[in-house]
């Protein structure tokens, strides 16, 4: 069950536009080279739920899409379960990202995509019955997404991902566009389920309660070239409330901090 492990990952875009002309100064950068991952180093354990928090545009979803094999052109070692990853896999692997639902396509045939292999029809219905009441869609099975909410969209979404059933979960942002009761919400939900279900959970947000609230783990990148600021274990007991725990508080305010903030608030 999705145990990673990163090595020395670097990351550097090739960036065409930004040649140098003349006039700039020529000292400056003027490399095609963006570096984005300078030497990250971190090891998520088997069915942890890990957040990991970062300025915007530090490489956050870069790092999300190269451990979920969706990029490959990296320097540094990538294993899942002690395997280098080769390409994204939906047998062990599915990133779950918002507005990845197929408008043409209703609940039922969105959250049953993944299981196109299984030909046993009444198992396959079966597993997609599953997810969705997991999610509490039922009654909407047969609505496309432009006919469900925010809210119901990203349940579409997180049982299209649980139904492939795979090892590890990778959510990008998973609640951004949310108003905050479906937010809250959704973020529970996704606590349970990972309680529930004990995958390896790793969530791109840049929301610091979030990460507090629901990981077992949370990492915090530096600003580009992004390397690994803090990996700090969450032993906190659940439901989790910063008021009430101060040492809860305490990191609380660290990472608001660290993020470039003074007053948490
Ligand atoms: N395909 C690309 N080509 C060139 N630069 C890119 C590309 N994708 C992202 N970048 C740059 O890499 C940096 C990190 O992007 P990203 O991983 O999306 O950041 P985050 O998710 O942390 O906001 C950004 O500065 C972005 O402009
Ligand atoms: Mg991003």
Redesign the pocket.
């Known amino acids: 069950m999705g145990h990673i492990v990163i090595e020395n990952l670097r990351k550097e875009?090739i960036?065409r536009r930004r040649r140098r002309r003349s006039g700039d100064d020529p000292d400056a950068c003027t490399g095609d080279c963006?570096l984005?991952l300078d030497d990250i180093n971190l090891e998520f354990g088997e069915g942890e739920m890990v957040c990991i928090l970062?300025p915007?545009?530090?490489?956050?979803?870069?790092?999300l899409r190269i451990m979920a094999g969706f990029d490959r052109a990296f320097s540094g070692n990538i294993t899942i379960n002690g395997r280098k990853i080769t390409g994204p896999s939906s047998d062990n692997i599915f990133v779950f990202q918002h507005t990845a639902l197929l408008p043409w396509m209703t609940v039922r045939e969105n959250v049953g995509l993944g299981l196109r292999g299984l030909k046993n029809e009444e198992e396959r219905d079966a597993r997609i019955h599953e997810y969705i009441e997991m999610v509490e869609l039922e009654g909407f099975e047969e609505r496309y997404p432009y006919q469900l909410s925010g809210g119901m969209l990203r349940r579409a979404e997180l049982a299209r991902a649980l139904a492939v059933n795979p090892d590890t979960l990778f959510m990008d942002e998973p609640f951004t566009g949310l108003d905050f009761l479906t937010h809250m919400k959704m973020r529970e939900e996704v606590v349970n389920m990972h309680l529930f279900l004990g995958k390896t959970t790793i969530v791109?947000t840049h929301d610091i309660d979030d990460a507090l609230m629901m990981g077992d783990r949370v990492v915090i990148l530096s600003g580009?070239p992004a390397n690994v600021k803090m990996s700090q274990k969450l032993d906190f007991p659940r439901p989790r409330d910063f008021r009430e725990n101060p040492e809860l508080g305490e990191l609380r305010n660290e990472v608001f901090f660290m993020l470039g903030v003074n007053y948490a608030i």
């Open positions: 875009y960036d963006v984005v970062g915007s545009g530090c490489g956050k979803s870069t790092m791109v580009r």
